[in-house]
């Protein structure tokens, strides 16, 4: 598997809207819109920077993984997300090579990416996604 970019980095926060002034105001990045993704329980905001992106992250639900995740380790980044050309294909080579996966098979992602979530016991504490979007 090669990693092709780094798609976007995930940012945990309690509040989006505050956040986004931060982003905004201070950075002068344009919010290119928001998505709410049941499946997840998480409401994203895009934040595109370069030919990356940030997605800041609020959970919609109180045991959503965002929630669980700010009240464990408090807001930050959450997760780096890796730009792939075929996510099946790198799922089965990430397996091959010893590394758990998550998601054994691709689901959906904000932004409508295929994304599949390494665990981070096999990615020196960082929680890895790899993300193939249509481009």
Known sequence: MNAKKIDHIGIAVKNLD???KFYQDILGLECAGTEIVEEQKVKVAFLPIGDSEIELLESTE??????KFIKKKGE??????YRVDNI?????QMKEKGIRMIDEKPRYGAGGAKIAFCHPKSTGGVLVELSEREE
């Not at 109180?62 to 929630?67: Q, W, Y």
């Not at 930050?76 to 997300?81: D, E, F, L, V």
């Open 18 to 20: 505050e956040t986004l």
């Open 62 to 67: 109180e045991d959503g993984p965002i929630a």
């Open 76 to 81: 930050g980044i959450q997760h780096i997300a």
């Open 88 to 92: 099946d294909k790198a799922i089965e």
